[in-house]
C-alpha cells in the first residue's frame, strides 16, 4: 500500500524569541557564571545553534543553594498553603497562555515531533502545576499526619527526553509541600527550562524560590554533592543514578531516583491485533524511543506472532520520519550525536548476533540526528538489545506459549519500571499485573500519564514514586 503523501505543514518559529546567550537563573534574575565558561546548544534536526548558555560552577551553584535556602527559611515556607497555591495556578495558566511557544522551543531544542510537544509534553505540564496547586492547601489529608513538614532545599538534575515535563514533574510537587529547588536541566535541552525561569519571573514568584542552574555533568556533580541540600531528585540513566545514590548514602540528603527500563509489552493471541499495534507503535516510537519506560520488548504469543508481526510492519511504513516542526511528523530528531552513536553501536551489535533487523523504506535528511524505526525479530533473552537499554526506536521482538512464560520473560530484566498487557481476558490482565515487577503496568494501552498517578520501578529502575498523593511525600519530612 502506497503510503499517502502530506503537503508539508511547518510550525512557524516566530513565535519563539530565542536569546543570542542565556545566563544562570538565580535568587530571581539572570546573570553571568563566576568563571565566564558557556556552552552551545542545538538543533539536533538541523544542527544549528540555537545559543549560547552559560555553564554553571560550584561557586555558581553554591549561590543558587544559598539563595534557595534564603527564601526557603525567610518567606516559602512561611508561606500558607493556600498562598503557595496561588503561585502554581499562576504558572499553571501562564504555561498554557504560552504553550504554542513552549511547543515550538521544545521541537526545535529536544528534536521531537511538534505534534508530541503541542499535544502531550505542554499540556502536562500545565495539568501537574494545576493538580499540584490543589495539594499545596490539603497536605494534611494526604496521609502524612495531621502536620507534614517540608524537607527544605531541594537539588533536581532531569533528563533531555522531556525537558520541560521533567521539570514539572520535580518543581510542582516540591512547591507546593513548601520546598525551594535548585534545578539542572540537561545540557543538549536547557531552553524550555530557562524559558520557565521566565515564567517564574512573570508570576511574580518570590525570588530564590527557583533557580536554574545549566551545565553538563560536573554542574549536576556539584549540585548533588552540596552539602546544603535537603533533598536530591534524579531522572536519567541507571550508570549515574548509581553515583548519585552512592554519593547520597553517608549524607542526610533524601533522595528519589527515575532510571532507565526496559519494558515488555505483552501481546496475547486474544488481543485486537491492530488496537495492540497502535500501542506496540506507540510504547516503542513515541519520541523516538526516548522513554525510560518504552515498551522495547515486544512478547508475542507465538499463535499470532505473524498476523502481529505483519500488521506491525504495514503500520510502519506510514510512519512518517522528518522535520520536528511539522505538524505530519510521526518521527522526529534523535537528540545528540552521542546517543545516535549508541543506538547505531546496539543495532549493529544486535545483527551481530544474529538477529533479524528491519526498517521501513525511510529517507534520511541530510543534516541532524537520524535513525529509522527499527524492528529486530528472532531475538532471544541473551541478546544484548533484549537487556540493555537503547533509548531510541529499536524494537526487540521475543515471543512466548503460555502465560507463565511471558511473565517469566518479562520479569527477567534487571529493571522494573514499567510493563503493558494486551489481551481481553480480565483476569489476565490483573493474574499479570499482579506478578509483573514494574511499577506501572498498562493494560490495553501504553504511555498514558496523569498527574494523579504515581509513576516510578523497581531494581535497577530506581526507587520513590512522582505524582499523586504518593509522589508528595518524597518532598516531606516524614
Same mark, same amino acid.
Given at each position: ?17 530565542? !536569546? ?17 565558561? *558557556?556552552?552551545?546548544? /542545538? ?12 555553564? +554553571? ?24 498553603? %493556600?498562598? !503557595?497555591?496561588?503561585?502554581?495556578? %499562576? ?35 500545565? *495539568? ?29 538534575? /532531569? ?19 513548601? #520546598? ?12 524550555? *527550562? ?70 515488555? #509489552? ?20 513515541? #519520541? ?26 504495514? !503500520?510502519? *511504513? ?23 552513536? %549508541? ?11 544474529? +538477529? ?27 541478546? %544484548? ?20 512464560? +511471558?511473565?517469566?520473560?518479562? #520479569? ?24 509483573? !515487577? ?41
Amino acid at each position: 500500500m502506497a503510503k499517502f503523501e502530506y503537503a508539508p505543514a511547518p510550525e512557524s518559529r516566530a513565535i519563539v524569541s530565542l !536569546r543570542e546567550s542565556y545566563g544562570l537563573f538565580i535568587d530571581g534574575e539572570f546573570g553571568p557564571g563566576v568563571d565566564g565558561r *558557556a556552552f552551545k546548544t /542545538i538543533s539536533p534536526a538541523t544542527e544549528e545553534v540555537l545559543a549560547e548558555v552559560t555553564e +554553571a560552577g560550584p561557586a555558581d551553584v553554591d549561590r543558587a543553594v544559598t539563595a534557595a535556602r534564603k527564601a526557603y527559611q525567610h518567606t516559602w515556607s512561611q508561606l500558607p498553603g %493556600r498562598e !503557595r497555591a496561588k503561585y502554581l495556578f %499562576r504558572i499553571a495558566r501562564i504555561v498554557q497562555e504560552r504553550a504554542r511557544e513552549l511547543a515550538v522551543l521544545e521541537s526545535l531544542d529536544n528534536g521531537k515531533p511538534i505534534r508530541e510537544s503541542r499535544d502531550v509534553d505542554i499540556p502536562l505540564v500545565a *495539568a501537574h502545576f494545576f493538580y499540584h496547586a490543589g495539594w499545596a492547601d490539603k497536605l494534611e489529608y494526604a496521609g502524612y499526619g495531621p502536620a507534614p513538614r517540608p524537607l527544605g532545599v531541594a537539588g533536581q538534575v /532531569i533528563p533531555w527526553n522531556f525537558p520541560l515535563l521533567m521539570l514539572a514533574w520535580k518543581i510542582a510537587p516540591a512547591l507546593a509541600c513548601g #520546598n525551594t529547588v535548585v534545578l539542572k536541566p540537561a545540557e543538549t535541552t536547557p531552553l524550555t *527550562a530557562l524559558t520557565f525561569a521566565e515564567i517564574c519571573q512573570q508570576a511574580d514568584l518570590p525570588p530564590g524560590v527557583v533557580n536554574i542552574v545549566t551545565g553538563a555533568g560536573e554542574t549536576g556533580r556539584a549540585l548533588v554533592e552540596h552539602p546544603g541540600l535537603d533533598k536530591v531528585a534524579f531522572t536519567g540513566s541507571t550508570e549515574v543514578g548509581r553515583e548519585i545514590a552512592r554519593a547520597c548514602a553517608s549524607t542526610r540528603k533524601k533522595v528519589t531516583l527515575e532510571l532507565g527500563g526496559k519494558a515488555a #509489552n505483552i501481546v496475547f493471541e486474544d488481543a485486537p491485533v491492530d488496537q495492540a499495534v497502535e500501542g506496540i507503535v506507540n510504547g516503542i516510537f513515541f #519520541n523516538q524511543g526516548h522513554v525510560c519506560c518504552a515498551g522495547s520488548r515486544l512478547l508475542v504469543q507465538e499463535s499470532v506472532y505473524p498476523e502481529v508481526i505483519a500488521s506491525l510492519r504495514r !503500520r510502519l *511504513a506510514t510512519l512518517r520520519l522528518g522535520d520536528p516542526l511539522d505538524k505530519n511528523t510521526d518521527v522526529g530528531a534523535i537528540n545528540s550525536a552521542a546517543q545516535l552513536a %549508541r543506538i547505531r553501536e546496539l543495532s549493529e551489535v544486535g545483527e551481530a548476533e544474529g +538477529a533479524e533487523r528491519w526498517s521501513p523504506p525511510c529517507e534520511l535528511p541530510v543534516k541532524g540526528f537520524w535513525f529509522p524505526p527499527t524492528v529486530f525479530t528472532g531475538v532471544s533473552q541473551a541478546h %544484548r538489545i533484549a537487556r540493555e537499554e537503547i533509548f531510541g526506536p529499536v524494537l526487540s521482538v521475543l515471543t512466548f506459549r503460555t502465560p507463565a512464560e +511471558a511473565l517469566e520473560k518479562a #520479569n527477567n530484566t534487571p529493571y522494573g519500571l514499567s510493563a503493558g498487557v494486551w489481551t481481553e481476558k480480565g483476569s489476565l490482565i490483573l493474574w499479570m499485573a499482579s506478578r509483573l !515487577r514494574a511499577g506501572v503496568v498498562w493494560a490495553n494501552t501504553f504511555n498514558k500519564f496523569d498527574p494523579a498517578s504515581p509513576f516510578g520501578g523497581y531494581k535497577e529502575s530506581g526507587y520513590g514514586r512522582e505524582g499523586g498523593r504518593h509522589g508528595l511525600e518524597a518532598y516531606l519530612d516524614v
